[in-house]
């Protein structure tokens, strides 16, 4: 069975104060990992998919990297608005789970003005 | 505007009553999802329907009946309801080919008394 650990479970920052979340994962056949932000009272927020190991993306602040155990989703110079919930989902590349997402329990990342 | 909507957006009852939660997709995707999250945030595929055919059927009560009119609606019907069973549950949408990046709708967050 798919599993996702994320670490870890929340991070208070600084504004300005750069840092990394971690997502370790056991997948049969990884087709793509996902990360999401999900904000207080909201769906979560589709940020990035990784299809393979040495694979990076970036947006504004963010970047998602991704080994074949793990991704971190770094954060540069973080601000307040940054602050919420991300979630590491995985998805396997077929059989009776296809389209499937398993999610890690998230991090709850606060950043302090 | 709304990409994917559900209703309602809050939902309480007491136990043992019947309630459904409609979602909706505007994206023109041929796959949609019910997720539940729990009180720790843990989010959890319960269904999966492709142009209205079950795809995904984790291990949920029987019931839980989702029914899928068309490939742009999602509905799901809960039977005598149980405390267990607050929670929020989110609707999300995808085009299954496309790696499985899924968007979420906002949410329906059932109380059960």
């Known amino acids: 069975e798919d599993q996702v650990t994320q670490s870890p479970e929340a991070l208070r920052l600084q504004e300005g104060e750069s840092s990394s979340l971690n997502c370790s994962y056991t997948v049969s056949g990884l087709r793509g990992l996902f990360w999401y932000r999900q904000d207080p009272g909201k769906g979560p927020e589709f940020l990035f998919t990784l299809y393979s190991a040495g694979e990076e993306k970036e947006k504004e602040r963010l970047k998602a990297t991704l080994t074949k155990k793990e991704s971190f989703l770094h954060i540069t110079a973080p601000k307040p608005e940054d602050s919420a919930t991300y979630l590491c989902a995985v998805t396997n590349a077929g059989g009776t789970s296809y389209g499937k997402l398993t999610f890690g329990q998230g991090t709850i990342l606060t950043v302090h003005p | 505007d709304t990409a994917v909507s559900q209703t309602p957006k809050y939902l309480v009852t007491q136990m043992g009553n019947d309630k459904s939660i409609k979602c909706e997709q505007n994206l023109g995707h041929d796959t949609m999802y019910w997720y539940k999250q729990d009180s720790k945030k843990f989010l959890k595929i319960m269904f999966s329907y492709n142009n209205k055919e079950l795809i995904i059927n984790e291990t949920v009560p029987n019931r839980f009946s989702p029914k899928s009119p068309d490939k742009a609606h999602l509905n799901l019907h809960i039977n005598s309801l149980e405390l267990g069973d607050s929670a929020v549950y989110f609707c999300?949408?995808?085009?299954?080919?496309?790696?499985?990046?899924?968007?979420f709708g906002p949410g329906t967050r059932l109380t059960v008394l």
């Open positions: 999300a949408s995808s085009q299954l080919n496309n790696y499985n990046e899924q968007f």
